[in-house]
């Protein structure tokens, strides 16, 4: 223990003497096809919700049509890790235990994988349990061993030192791990839950919550298509469909907008503080053989973020090498950031430039580009897991080890866990036939709810992973020097074991400092070669939607943030925290009022969702397109 913190200490004098001569500056429809090839009925109680205005009678009518609906035992949101993991559970039950359940999953992007991004090296704790011959598989996407294991901190914008591997704690320790591709884990994940009977729709998009007459989730239904920009249904509209079910799991990812809608409608995180993000922005690159390390794992922390012993600002990078002759660079940026300025598009460029990440890079080509949100808060904000009718898994309710850098492995263990809670639940006597097995399910059914995926979870290693790294990020928020010392007080000696809990009270959005507080950042201009603009970056991530009114849309009550607090007070932050330039603003030159518009690119959207958390005010609905718009990630 005391040689641990006289080491650290010695680091962090280094970095002071590093930054001092450095002169450091205190500074991210296949539904239709569904319905005219699968048996569906019409629900003559279905309340068609008007989705968008139309000054045509005819045009309103078609929006207030009734929906087709179609029934099923368990619907999942979100072919992810979780949703995956849970499905295919589901039905690994059914097989053991002799009472089969209907399992369906809808997918918003165009296909499984389309959608998801992340570092990623995994940890293969829970697909062990899942599929315990999945090495034998050939055609599993898991094939780059761990081999080494690099922590640096950035001292500057060229030198830097690199920490020992024991003065690091074991969670950083990524020996028996493997580098992936989620994207490309998700599809093989998919061909075996459907081999196992999981139905998966690709392309659909869950747009609202269905609810019982006794308040209960009843499942989901997805978004009409074929509406233009002006409201009106064009040739091609048809309505969504209800996707009916006994028990809902929704594995949307963070902040996924059926999710945020559930924990509102049944006070899920009442008892939880609020949730803090991070934004990550990924770059792959082919590079050369001859700098290609396959199993080469580097991490780091400093600059450009944080250059200062006391700088608040939470977040690093993560730079992996995949097999055949791939590199995975990553910038993550804690969007409890304080400066407006900030840009953490910009910061990963910039990054990109310093020796020790540069090389990696030398004679390559970035093939493509992302970004995604996460949870960070932990298991401080982990919200009630089930309510009547489904349950939150995954991403959704927030199980990444932030820690670690890892979260797919306890997103898998989530849905395999509700998997479980969910069987046992409709399997009971009180549920009677299964649809399954030929039944429907009644309009006055009660709601069920699995109130064991609770308790399961937090008897879980999942808990047990969480727990004592609780405190770690709060800490952060006093400072990098702080936070590394206690980050090591945590994991080497207190375990957990703390009385006290470092709390965060306040959303990511109000940690916001207003501009007139706060130093413009001048970025330098990209060259190129290892540094791109945005929109140059943006044609590598295949993003696309179909003509459709946006799907970003301004809160009613909240019209007059963006021109009256966002742009005057705040400078304008989702300017440059967006990382597609969705967001944009006028001179105010053709207004009345002579104030900054804000303009909204939808068509750019890479789902990230960072604007419905970092926006003053949280002013924007973040809402689902249609179905397959969106990227199309092949290796992220």
Not at 60 to 77: G, H, K, S, T
Not at 280 to 295: R, S
Not at 414 to 428: D, I, R
Request: aromatic share 8%; glycine share 10%; proline share 6%.
């Amino acid at each position: 223990f005391f040689f641990f913190f006289f080491f650290l200490s010695l680091l962090l004098l280094l970095w002071v003497l590093a930054a001092m001569f450095s002169r450091l500056q205190p500074l991210a429809r296949r539904l239709v096809s569904l319905s005219s090839s699968l048996p569906c009925r019409s629900l003559s109680s279905a309340r068609g919700r008007v989705l968008l205005s139309a000054d045509d009678s005819d045009h309103a009518a078609q929006l207030e049509e009734p929906r087709e609906y179609m029934d099923y035992d368990v619907v999942i949101v979100g072919a992810g890790p979780a949703g995956l993991s849970a499905g295919l559970r589901l039905k690994q039950l059914s097989a053991a235990r002799g009472t089969d359940l209907s399992v369906c999953i809808v997918e918003k992007g165009a296909e499984v994988g389309a959608h998801i991004l992340s570092g990623n090296v995994f940890e293969p704790r829970a697909l062990d349990e899942l599929l315990p011959e999945w090495r034998e598989d050939g055609d599993a996407p898991i094939n780059t061993k761990v081999k080494s294991d690099d922590f640096l901190v950035l001292t500057s914008d060229t030198t830097h030192l690199r920490l020992p591997e024991f003065a690091l704690p074991g969670e950083l320790h990524n020996h028996g791990n493997y580098i992936m591709s989620l994207s490309q884990m998700t599809r093989w994940l998919a061909d075996k839950a459907e081999e196992a009977g999981v139905e998966i729709f690709p392309g659909f998009s869950a747009s609202e919550v269905l609810y019982r007459p006794d308040g209960g989730v009843a499942g989901v239904a997805t978004r009409d298509v074929g509406i233009g920009k002006d409201g009106k249904p064009k040739a091609t509209f048809a309505r969504g469909m209800e996707l009916r079910a006994r028990q809902t799991l929704l594995g949307e990812g963070c902040r996924g907008s059926c999710s945020e809608a559930v924990m509102k409608q049944f006070g899920l995180r009442s008892d939880c503080e609020p949730q803090t993000y991070g934004l990550g922005v990924k770059e792959v690159w082919e590079v050369p053989d001859e700098v290609h390390q396959a199993g080469l794992v580097q991490h780091t922390l400093g600059w450009p973020l944080q250059q200062g012993l006391f700088d608040k600002t939470f977040g690093g990078s993560f730079l992996y090498h995949m097999e055949p002759n791939l590199v995975l660079v990553g910038f993550v940026v804690g969007l409890d950031y304080e400066n407006p300025y900030l840009n953490p598009y910009e910061e990963f460029q910039r990054w990109k430039h310093h020796p020790a990440v540069a090389r990696h890079l030398e004679g390559g080509t970035c093939v493509a580009y992302g970004a995604r949100c996460l949870n960070e808060g932990g298991y401080h904000a982990i919200p009630k897991l089930s309510f009547p009718g489904g349950a939150l898994i995954g991403c959704s309710a927030g199980f990444l080890n932030s820690v670690k850098i890892k979260g797919t492995h306890t997103a898998m263990k989530s849905g395999m866990v509700a998997a479980e809670a969910v069987y046992g639940a409709l399997t009971g006597e009180s549920v009677g036939t299964s649809v399954a097995d030929g039944a429907e399910i009644a309009g006055d059914e009660p709601s069920v709810e699995a109130a064991r995926y609770q308790t399961m979870m937090e008897e879980s290693w999942v808990f047990d992973e969480l727990k004592p790294l609780r405190n770690v990020h709060s800490a952060f928020h006093h400072g990098v020097a702080p936070g590394l010392m206690y980050a090591g007080l945590s994991t080497f000696v207190l375990r957990g074991k703390e009385p006290w809990t470092i709390s965060n009270t306040k959303t990511d959005a109000e940690k916001t400092r207003k501009a007139a507080e706060c130093t413009p950042i001048e970025y330098p201009k990209p060259d190129g070669v290892l540094s791109f603009d945005l929109l140059t970056n943006l044609a590598r991530s295949g993003t696309n939607h179909e003509e459709q009114p946006s799907h970003l849309r301004v809160k009613p009550e909240l019209a007059d943030v963006p021109a009256d607090v966002s742009f005057p007070e705040y400078a304008g932050p989702e300017q440059r925290f967006c990382p597609a330039r969705v967001y944009e603003y006028t001179d105010g030159s053709e207004h009345p009022t002579g104030k900054p518009q804000l303009v909204i690119n939808a068509q750019n959207c890479v789902h990230c969702k960072c604007c419905s958390i970092k926006m003053p005010q949280e002013y924007i609905d973040w809402t689902v397109p249609e179905g397959a718009g969106g990227p199309a990630y092949e290796v992220m």
